[in-house]
């Protein structure tokens, strides 16, 4: 599982706002062939208890979503299951969709029932969002983390979040 964390405050599809927040976090999700759910519990975990945000006296990198009681928008992201090989985008990693749709499904309910469910919102399935961008981080489970650091050992793609 790959996920990218974004203080991103709409998605738009087809030129319509389909889901927005206030303050918060966008999290883009890439679900790969492997991932589990023991994995879907670890993730859920980490990004909401992952310090982003400042305190009250201005300290960064000191609250997480949870202690703000800020919003979590999360988005099913395949593209960030992408392999380069050669000038090609290879999706192989990727679960297919009916599978993935399940897992992103079981995602928001486990956010849902660790944190307050009316502060966790999806997006529909269907075209590729267009979003406002502002990165934070940009993370994988473990797992994946060590094969990857096995085949690439000196790409700084990823910042590894575990």
């Known amino acids: 599982m790959r996920y990218m964390i974004e203080r991103d405050l709409e998605v738009i599809v087809g030129g319509e706002q389909i889901s927005a927040i206030g303050r918060g976090i966008c999290v883009l999700l890439g679900i790969s062939l492997e991932d589990t759910q023991k994995e879907l519990e670890h993730m859920v975990r980490k990004i909401l208890n992952l310090r982003v945000f400042e305190d009250e006296s201005g300290k960064h990198w000191s609250k997480s979503v949870m202690d703000k009681q ?58 590729l969002p267009k979003r406002r961008v502002s990165g934070i981080l940009l993370g994988r489970s473990k797992r994946e983390s060590a094969i990857m650091a096995s085949l690439f050992p000196e790409s700084l793609l990823f910042v590894l979040i575990t």
């Open 70 to 127: 800020y919003e979590v928008l999360c988005i099913s992201q395949f593209t960030l299951q992408c392999v380069l090989k050669g000038n090609k985008p290879d999706f192989h990693l990727a679960m297919p969709t009916e599978q993935a749709e399940s897992f992103y499904n079981s995602f928001l309910e486990q956010l849902r029932k660790t944190y307050r469910p009316e502060l966790i919102k999806g997006r529909q399935k269907g075209e």
